[in-house]
């Protein structure tokens, strides 16, 4: 997990600034539309963005085990957010890979630093 906890902390922080600098690229690429006020762009800053940012910062700075397997339950978390969607508000195939990803991130972090 040397190697591993790091990379996907980066990972966490690339994709989270991607949210967090361009919202409405990320907006462009989930099907969501800006509405008559910003509130849309403020939330893919906020929950998209700056807070995976924030899961990965934390998790290098503090660096350990239990760091890591923290920014891993919010991705198992986020994964658990697409699977109620995938059940309430239909399937597509982006919705199961973007699942898939956070799964797999998230189980990898929590499996690979659970306390011993």
Request: proline letters at 3%; aromatic letters at 10%.
């Amino acid at each position: 997990m040397d190697f591993i906890n790091p990379a996907l902390a980066f990972i966490s922080i690339f994709l989270g600034l991607i949210g967090w600098i361009s919202p409405r690229y990320v907006m462009e690429s989930v099907d969501l539309k800006a509405g008559s006020t910003s509130m849309g762009a403020s939330e893919i800053r906020a929950a998209s963005g700056a807070m995976f940012v924030g899961l990965g910062v934390g998790a290098v700075l503090i660096g350990s085990p239990t760091a890591f397997a923290m920014m891993g339950a919010g991705w198992l978390c986020a994964g658990m957010g697409r699977a109620t969607s995938l059940i309430f508000d239909g399937q597509t195939q982006k919705k199961w890979v973007f699942m898939l990803v956070e799964v797999a991130v998230g189980g990898v972090l929590v499996a690979g630093n659970w306390p011993t």
